[in-house]
C-alpha cells in the first residue's frame, strides 16, 4: 500500500472521529473520542510536514487530556429528592422533555394517580434524571419512567440508584423492580444495570432485576 494512501486514511479517520465526538451527549465520551481524534490528526500533520494542522490538534490533546483528569478527578455529589406525584415542577419538567423522554420510551404517558413512588437524582443538585413506579404490595415495583438528561447520561445516574442507593426501594417494602424494555438503547442501559429478562412474563417483553440479598435481609 502506497504512502500517501496510509496517510490519507488516517486523515479519514481523524475526521470521522472528531465528528462523532459532537453528536456525543455524554461530556466523557465526547472528550474522549475527540481525544483519540486529535491524535490522529496530530500523526497526519506530521506525516504530510502540515506542521500548523499537527500543532493545533496536539494542543487539542493536551486541552482533551486536561479536562478528561478534572472529570476524573472530581468527586460528584448524588442525592435523590422524593416529590408528590402531582408536583408542578415535575409536570413541568415532563413536559419540556417530552420528546426526549418518547425516545426511549415511546407511549410513556404520565397520570399522577398511579404513580406511588417518584424521586429526582440529583447530580451535584442538578436535577439529571427522575424516576416514577408503582409499588406494589406483594413487594414489586413497576417502573413507569426512568430517564436521564442529556449530558448525564454515562450511567453513573443508574449506578447510584439501583446500586449505590438500593434502600429507598427498600424503605417502601420492594423486592423485585420490573421495567418495559423500551427503546433499544434503553434495552440496552437496562441490561447495564443488571435487569434480566423476565421469561415468564406474558405478552409485552418485560425486564426485572433483584434487590440485592444484603438490602432486603436488611429490611
Known sequence: MEPSLIYEIIGYIASVLIAVSLMMTSILRLRVINLIGAVFFTVYGLLVRAYPVAAVNFFIVL??????????????????????PDSAYLLRFLDFYQKEIQRFLPGFSYQPGQAGLVFF????????GVFIGRVEPDGRLFVALDFVI?????FKVGDYVYRQHAGLFRRHGVRRIYSRPGSPRHETYLRRMGFQPDGAAQGERT????????EVSAA
Request: hydrophobic letters at 45%; glycine letters at 2%.
Open 121 to 128: 437524582v440529583l447530580r451535584n443538585m442538578v436535577p439529571a
Open 150 to 154: 442529556p449530558g448525564y447520561r454515562d
Open 63 to 84: 486541552v482533551d487530556l486536561y479536562f478528561l483528569y478534572e472529570i476524573i478527578r472530581t468527586k460528584e455529589y448524588f442525592t435523590l429528592l422524593e416529590v408528590r
Open 207 to 214: 425486564y426485572y432485576l433483584d434487590l440485592p440479598a444484603a
